[in-house]
């Protein structure tokens, strides 16, 4: 038993300082290892790269272009020439902007699982990523992917 000047004010249990008595942990990885990333976080890295590098270049024209990554396509039955195929599985989408009262901004959507499928390793996923931005881009505003990269 606890004698009453070893308990917290106000409280009837002693104080533990955790379930075996051994303190807070530390960390969990030492500061000399870097931390796990998830493949979702590599690959956000990776749009964001090849994003920025484009922005860079070419900042008026894609000012109001919104970019996202989905982890699957929707499942439709027919795709519109707005999508980026291989065989039969959109890589990627691009979604027209709306002028007008309820102005919808164009929007560039990649779709991670199918790319990350066709990529052998990190370096043949970005060079993948980076052809379908670019071609995406170049579909937006109408010129040759050539032009871009």
């Known amino acids: 038993m606890t004698s009453p000047e ?33 493949k979702a976080e590599v690959f956000d890295d990776l749009v964001l790269d090849t994003v920025e590098t484009l922005e860079r ?8 272009v919104e970019f996202a990554v989905e982890d699957v396509p929707p499942d439709l039955n027919v795709y519109d020439s707005d999508v980026l195929e291989d065989g039969e599985v959109p890589l990627a989408r691009l979604l027209p902007g709306r002028p007008g009262r ?27 990523v980076h052809d379908v931005i670019i071609e ?14």
């Open 136 to 149: 995406q881009v170049a579909n937006l505003l109408g010129v040759d992917p050539e032009e871009l990269a």
């Open 6 to 38: 070893h308990r917290r004010p106000g409280s009837g249990r002693r104080a533990h300082r955790d379930r075996h008595g051994r303190g807070l942990r530390g960390r969990l990885v030492p500061a000399t290892v870097p931390l796990a990333r998830t």
């Open 57 to 64: 270049r070419f900042a008026k024209e894609l000012a109001g």
């Open 102 to 128: 309820q102005e919808v901004p164009p929007r560039i959507v990649l779709y991670r699982r199918p790319l990350e499928f066709r990529a052998m390793d990190r370096e043949d996923l970005a060079d993948l």
